[in-house]
T-cell receptor
Framework: DTAVSQTPKYLVTQMGNDKSIKCEQNLGHDTMYWYKQDSKKFLKIMFSYNNKELIINETVPNRFSPKSPDKAHLNLHINSLELGDSAVYFC??????????????FGDGTRLSIL | AQKVTQAQTEISVVEKEDVTLDCVYETRDTTYYLFWYKQPPSGELVFLIRRNSFDEQNEISGRYSWNFQKSTSSFNFTITASQVVDSAVYFCALSPPAGANSKLTFGKGITLSVRP
């Protein structure tokens, strides 16, 4: 029944490794997002996809690469992890890019810790 | 450019007190949308309410109420008779109308602690 699910919930890894976070939504939404929440709880958008098309790409290092195999999935791959990547990453979805009045629904977050 | 300011960073109250969380926004758009989200200690982000810029009616939902005032660009959130379960980080957010780079801008959040 989970609307937006992301895995894993926790990710502990060493600097320099490559890791992926998966996200799936079963709401039938067209638009999906990745947000980063830092240690001060500040939420910042990283990417947005609408029906598999990249529509928002904030100033995120190239080490971060989103992939959307279909509109229900948006995965985030991170290469060469750095200490500063430690954060909580949230996946979200909303109806579509033409409905900003519709709320975004968030996953439970993935807490990434870099050792 | 859009901006959301939540000037209060941390608020601590005793159970049953009323508490108001402030939100001030900036936008050049005439149509926009405001949201409040709750992030409890368990970490998930929960949608609470949406308000359209052309609808200034205040809203009440149980112990929660929202006061939207375009004249002061504010969208404040009041919890009446607070409870320990209200302890969370509360985010105010602003969305522009649909557009190529339309995105949600969050405030920095207010950490509310309700003590028994």
């Amino acid at each position: 029944d989970t609307a937006v699910s992301q895995t894993p919930k926790y990710l502990v890894t060493q600097m320099g490794n490559d890791k992926s976070i998966k996200c799936e939504q079963n709401l039938g939404h067209d638009t999906m997002y990745w947000y980063k929440q830092d240690s001060k709880k500040f939420l910042k958008i990283m990417f947005s996809y609408n029906n598999k098309e990249l529509i928002i790409n904030e100033t995120v290092p190239n080490r971060f690469s989103p992939k959307s195999p279909d509109k229900a999935h948006l995965n985030l791959h991170i290469n060469s992890l750095e200490l500063g990547d430690s954060a909580v990453y949230f996946c979200a979805s909303s109806q579509d890019r033409f409905s900003p009045h519709q709320p975004q629904h968030f996953g439970d977050g993935t807490r990434l810790s870099i050792l | 450019a859009q901006k959301v300011t939540q000037a209060q960073t941390e608020i601590s109250v005793v159970e049953k007190e009323d508490v108001t969380l402030d939100c001030v926004y900036e936008t050049r758009d005439t149509t926009y949308y405001l949201f409040w989200y709750k992030q409890p200690p368990s970490g998930e982000l929960v949608f609470l309410i949406r308000r359209n810029s052309f609808d200034e009616q205040n809203e009440i939902s149980g112990r929660y109420s929202w006061n939207f005032q375009k004249s002061t660009s504010s969208f404040n959130f009041t919890i009446t008779a607070s409870q320990v379960v209200d302890s969370a980080v509360y985010f105010c957010a602003l969305s522009p109308p649909a557009g190529a780079n339309s995105k949600l801008t969050f405030g920095k959040g207010i950490t509310l602690s309700v003590r028994p």
